[in-house]
T-cell receptor, first 109, second 112 residues
């Protein structure tokens, strides 16, 4: 079983839609979590960290549920430019980052 | 700042050849890492370094060597290329423990 698991998608949504991705992690010792965005054939870039109380950055909201060991990313009012692969990442007590395989989002006009 | 730079962008090798993937950063980051990204596998850590002169193995170190003689540079050496090493390689750096990681643009390697 992978330490961080994501639905690979693709999620095909129209502009303006709300879309949510979930990610589960198996290591209960994981200390912090992130969402990275990766455009096609580009490097991953940090989208946002995920805090226990949940956090929002514009149209993006991240949530962490430690009891059920999952994190989520909600994107409101989707834009064409949101089309990308979203990587769920955990950091354990060794400080190493564990990456999920990514969820692909395609926003269409 | 150029950030994290990697060369070459693309490379084709024959089985058994050796080569070095270059990585440099100009942000004075202590931590540097090499990852490979394969379809359906996600990014996997090959080797990492927490400072000049210090390196350690990641999840998939076999077939690769690293050294860190300066803070800026962290080259990855393929000793004897194999088709299983066909992948996209990303170098990354960060200031220290717990900080955001910055990735280079990647090197696409094909081994035939």
């Amino acid at each position: 079983r992978k330490e961080v698991e994501q639905d690979p998608g693709p999620f095909n949504v129209p502009e303006g839609a709300t879309v949510a991705f979930n990610c589960t992690y198996s290591n209960s010792a994981s200390q912090s979590f992130f969402w990275y965005r990766q455009d096609c054939r580009k490097e991953p870039k940090l989208l946002m960290s995920v805090y226990s109380s949940g956090n929002e950055d514009g149209r993006f909201t991240a949530q962490l549920n430690r009891a059920s060991q999952y994190i989520s990313l909600l994107i409101r009012d989707s834009k064409l430019s949101d089309s990308a692969t979203y990587l769920c990442v955990s950091r354990g007590n060794t400080d190493k980052l564990i990456f999920g395989t990514g969820t692909r989002l395609q926003v269409f006009p | 700042n150029a950030g994290v730079t990697q060369t070459p962008k693309f490379q084709v090798l024959k089985t058994g050849q050796s080569m070095t993937l270059q990585c440099a950063q100009d942000m004075n980051h202590e931590y540097m890492s090499w990852y490979r990204q394969d379809p359906g596998m996600g990014l996997r850590l090959i080797h990492y370094s927490v400072g000049a002169g210090i390196t350690d193995q990641g999840e998939v170190p076999n077939g690769y060597n690293v050294s860190r003689s300066t803070t800026e540079d962290f080259p990855l050496r393929l000793l004897s290329a194999a088709p299983s090493q066909t992948s996209v390689y990303f170098c990354a750096s960060r200031p220290g423990q717990g900080y955001e990681q910055y990735f280079g643009p990647g090197t696409r390697l094909t081994v035939t």
